[in-house]
């Protein structure tokens, strides 16, 4: 499934995405740690998914729940209720 942790094979890069605690430096030092692994080829034996657009969803899910949590710190009255949606559109074009 998309988004999900266990497509992350090592321990501690799913317990950091995890985190109660997680900030949007961490997120963001994960998320180009994902790139750099993804460009040098290395990134399964890093432990992350093969998933480009799996991981995607992942970083939005923890991004929303991070900002959910300021939210609340800062005694926010609106409830932040995640609403993931991704439209995909595929276009065929056949050469006769």
């Given at each position: 499934m998309?988004?999900a942790?266990?497509?992350?094979?090592?321990?501690?890069?799913?317990?950091r995405?995890?985190?109660p605690?997680?900030?949007?430096?961490?997120?963001?030092?994960?998320?180009?740690?994902?790139?750099?692994d993804?460009?040098?080829g290395?990134?399964?034996?890093?432990?992350?998914?093969?998933s480009?657009?799996?991981?995607?969803?992942l970083?939005?899910?923890a991004?929303?729940?991070?900002?959910?949590?300021?939210?609340?710190?800062?005694?926010s009255?609106?409830?932040?209720?995640?609403?993931?949606?991704v439209?995909v559109?595929i276009?065929?074009?056949?050469?006769?």
């Amino acid at each position: 499934m998309a988004g999900a942790l266990r497509q992350i094979k090592n321990k501690e890069l799913r317990e950091r995405f995890a985190a109660p605690t997680l900030d949007r430096a961490a997120l963001d030092a994960l998320v180009r740690q994902f790139h750099d692994d993804v460009q040098a080829g290395r990134h399964r034996e890093s432990g992350w998914g093969n998933s480009n657009y799996g991981f995607s969803k992942l970083a939005l899910i923890a991004y929303s729940k991070l900002v959910a949590r300021e939210e609340e710190a800062a005694g926010s009255p609106v409830k932040v209720l995640p609403v993931l949606c991704v439209r995909v559109f595929i276009c065929l074009h056949l050469l006769l």
